[in-house]
């Protein structure tokens, strides 16, 4: 935490995440995304109140979320859920006709939003960096609208004029149904979409401009509203702190190597002593 600052980078992008969500909406969550089901149950803790979850790990929908949490999630998701469908149905039937609002994390995207989460380099078998896969996100970001991105690492690693892979589709001529992402959120700042185009629309407290763009692979457009983002209440991080994220596990996908497996390790421990 910066000495200026009286919050995190996990938490801003934490709170902002919860600000895009509606009341009474159904969102969905992927696997290992935890800033994601923080900024759910933040957004369910504050203005709404009427969400339905749609898991990956649960595959089926939910009324009753699952709290943070990581060697008992599966179970539960499991067993709070209304109804289990299995992963191929969720996303070839269930999700196209429900169209959640879901945020995912591309590991590289390009200016119009499509992302890739496969590979780093341009040989399939023998690539740079293999990624985590693509899921279910090739078959629902061509046609669902209320596509949501975030990159808890902004670098020009993950900021590039073109991709290695695509696996997410942004906005394209070649798309038949769906709108494109509409969002997304860094450790950085906020962007919309705005003529298929990605556009800065505010930096977060302790950042500036300048250092969005040396961190960005591509010439960004600057949205004529622009301006720093609004911080986090001091309820909004009593909640995260103290409610929906005591443990910290928030924290683990802006953190790689040692400290992640460090951070991993305590979490794990404390989380035996209060089962």
């Known amino acids: 935490m910066s000495a200026a600052l009286d919050f995190t980078p996990a938490e801003i992008m934490v709170v902002c995440m919860a600000r895009q969500v509606e009341d009474g909406e ?7 995304t935890p800033l994601v089901a923080a900024a759910y149950l933040l957004a369910r803790h504050t203005h709404a109140p009427n969400l339905y979850f749609a898991s990956a790990i649960g595959q ?6 699952a709290p943070l949490g990581i060697s008992n999630i599966e179970s539960f998701w499991l067993d709070h859920a209304l109804t289990n469908v299995g992963f191929a149905r969720a996303a070839a039937d269930v999700l196209p006709n429900l169209r959640p609002k879901e945020f995912f994390r591309p590991g590289q995207i390009d200016m119009h939003g499509n992302f890739n989460n496969i590979a780093f380099g341009s040989d399939y078998a023998q690539p740079r960096l293999r990624l985590p896969g693509s899921g279910g996100i090739p078959d629902v970001t061509t046609f669902i609208s209320d596509i949501y991105l ?38 950085l700042g906020q962007f919309d979409f705005k003529k298929g185009r990605m556009h800065l629309t505010s930096f977060h407290p302790g950042t500036s401009i300048e250092r969005i763009q040396a961190k960005t692979k591509f ?18 991080l009593r909640l995260i702190r103290e409610i929906i994220d005591p443990l910290g596990i928030r924290n683990l996908e802006l953190l790689s190597g040692a400290a992640r497996r460090k951070q991993l390790r305590d979490i794990l421990v404390a989380e035996r002593a209060i089962m």
């Open 26 to 32: 159904i969102v969905a969550q992927g696997i290992a």
């Open 150 to 187: 975030y990159i808890p690492r902004h670098s020009r690693v993950s900021f590039v004029p073109k991709l290695d892979f695509l696996s997410g589709m942004g906005h394209s001529s070649a798309r038949t149904m769906g709108d494109g992402p509409q969002y997304l959120v860094t450790d």
């Open 219 to 236: 010439e960004l457009v600057i949205a004529n509203e622009v301006h720093e983002t609004h911080p986090p209440s001091p309820e909004e």
């Open 60 to 65: 089926g929908i939910c009324k009753q979320p």
